[in-house]
């Protein structure tokens, strides 16, 4: 455990993986704007003071990247494949210690944390795979004397903005995509959580990856990173993890240079309980879902619809669970659910309770009080009666409440899931398959749980309708959004 007396090198294997320099064009770099703190969410305390570069220096990082992925586009895909391969290996040699990195900055339990490190290595793997399948075609001349051919190109250097709540695999997702297609990428973490990017720059640097070609800026100011990455005209190249609010400002500055963006926005995820589900599953899976890192996911359980026959039973088997659940320390053994990642993520939980409950809702379990002491600790809160005119029906908690919603008619609830700008994750339980197809072709949503509550794997395309994003992540189709097309027509 961390402590006043115990640091965070102590609790690693390989000291050497917890690094404070940023990683710019295979040097490590001090910043020219000093250095900022990365606090423990679940202590408080200071356990990093990391590079803060300039806007300049994240300048000099596109310029190493642009030079760099002309050599690294002209390796075979199997050449790239094998580097890439050695990164995932490293990854998982190394997954106790990222692990540890991971909840000492992001607060997760730690069995979470390394399920994450997992989850990461998942896409280097895959894409490194994938980076020996990039194929091309050729297409019947419309004219004898011409034939047709179109070849996949990578499309240069990949810009990378992600958040603080999936701190390793938001970026995997995003570079082991790009170098497989023969990108490179500049990422740039959030402040919150640069500790997990920096350890992947030094298992980069292990696995044999060129200098250039995989670079993480970090910096206290996020907007002059964006505004950087959207305006070099040596990136072609911007894709973002992060709320819907900075997904539309990036979206805006990206448009002056006409920039291929991918976006994985914000979520309001529906979890409907039909009266024919098996209730220990539904209740199983909303905890799951829900409760992944305490809530702080964009395809968490936003809100819980259950059938009217069997709502009191699945609120009653819902607390009986719940209120078992353990808060505390991420790295203490058998916490369930670790600290929030600051204040303004408890205030935003207790602003929908506290709208909730004065527009009628009741509280059966917890009371949105933040636990005594350092550390954002929230217990989980469950209401019952919630409805449609409540913010937690609008908005993304992003925390440990769940809400719950009452409904008779399946009619009436597919268009309350629906009634919302968001479309990235939905969830529903239900036996009858006349049901369970009619309901996954209703939801106007990218990703459709049914039966379960965890949806999260690289070989499925994750993402998100409406105001949810832009494009896909993850499967086979995860890699086009780094590749170009050319078509080439020769008169024979
Ligand atoms: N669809 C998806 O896969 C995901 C969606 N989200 C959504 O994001 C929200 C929570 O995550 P959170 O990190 O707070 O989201 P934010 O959108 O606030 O931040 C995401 C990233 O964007 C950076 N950022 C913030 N403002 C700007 C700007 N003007 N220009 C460039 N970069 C900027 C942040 O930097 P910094 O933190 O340093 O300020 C951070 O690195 C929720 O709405 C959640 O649903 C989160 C994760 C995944
Ligand atoms: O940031 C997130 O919430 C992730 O996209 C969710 S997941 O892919 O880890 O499920």
Not at 53 to 65: F, G, M, P, V, Y
Request: net charge negative.
């Amino acid at each position: 455990m961390l402590d006043q007396h115990t640091d965070l090198k102590s609790l690693l294997k390989d000291p050497s993986l917890l690094v404070e320099a940023a990683y710019l064009g295979g040097e490590w770099v001090q910043g020219d704007e000093g250095t900022f703190d990365v606090t423990n969410p679940a202590r408080g305390d200071v356990i990093a003071k990391v590079a803060d570069l300039s806007r300049e220096q994240i300048a000099e990082a596109i310029d190493k990247a642009y030079v760099a992925q002309k050599d690294w586009a002209s390796w075979t895909g199997k050449e790239r494949a094998a580097v890439l391969r050695k990164w995932f290996d490293l990854m998982m040699e190394n997954q106790d210690d990222l692990g540890t990195i991971l909840t000492a900055e992001q607060g997760k339990p730690l069995a979470e944390a390394k399920g994450e490190i997992a989850y990461g290595a998942s896409f280097i793997e895959f894409f490194g795979e994938e980076a020996k399948r990039i194929y091309g075609e050729t297409i019947p001349g419309h004219q004898r004397d011409k034939r047709i051919m179109v070849m996949k190109q990578p499309i240069g250097v990949a810009a990378s903005i992600t958040p603080w709540n999936f701190p390793n695999a938001m970026i995997t997702r995003k570079a082991a995509p790009a170098l497989a297609a023969g990108c490179s990428f500049v990422g740039r973490p959030a402040k919150e959580t640069p500790l997990s990017a920096l350890v992947m720059g030094v298992l980069a640097e292990r696995a044999g990856i060129p200098k250039g070609v995989f670079s993480i800026v970090t910096s206290s100011r996020s907007s002059d990173a964006g505004k950087e990455f959207c305006e070099n005209p040596k990136v072609r190249k911007l894709t973002f993890t992060g709320s819907t609010e900075v997904g539309r400002i990036l979206l805006k500055q990206a448009a002056d240079q006409v920039m291929k963006c991918s976006m994985e926005l914000g979520g309001n995820a529906p979890f409907i309980v039909f009266d024919d589900a098996d209730l220990d599953a539904a209740v199983d899976g909303a905890i799951m879902c829900k409760f992944r890192n305490n809530g702080q996911t964009c395809v968490c359980a936003n809100r819980i619809y259950v059938q009217a026959g069997v709502y009191d039973e699945f609120a009653k088997r819902l607390k009986a669970k719940v209120e078992k659940m353990k808060v505390g320390d991420g790295l203490a053994e058998g916490t369930d659910l670790g600290p929030l990642i600051n204040a303004d993520a408890i205030d935003k939980v207790q602003e929908h309770i506290a709208d909730a409950k004065a527009k009628g809702a009741k509280v059966i379990l917890g009371d949105g009080q933040p636990m005594e002491g350092a550390g954002h600790y929230l217990p989980p809160t469950i209401l019952t009666g919630v409805t449609q005119d409540m913010q937690v029906a609008r908005d993304e908690t992003f925390g440990p409440m769940a809400p719950l919603f009452k409904f008779d008619d399946v009619d009436d609830v597919i268009a309350m899931a629906n009634d919302t700008i968001f479309g990235l994750a939905s969830y529903f339980y239900a036996k009858d398959l006349s049901r369970v197809y009619k309901v996954a072709e209703a939801l106007e949503y990218g990703i459709v749980g049914v039966n379960t509550g965890i949806i999260s794997t690289e070989v499925a395309p994750f993402g998100g309708v409406k105001q949810s994003g832009l494009g896909r992540e993850g499967s086979h189709h995860g890699i086009e959004d780094y590749l170009e097309m050319k078509y080439v027509c020769m008169s024979v």
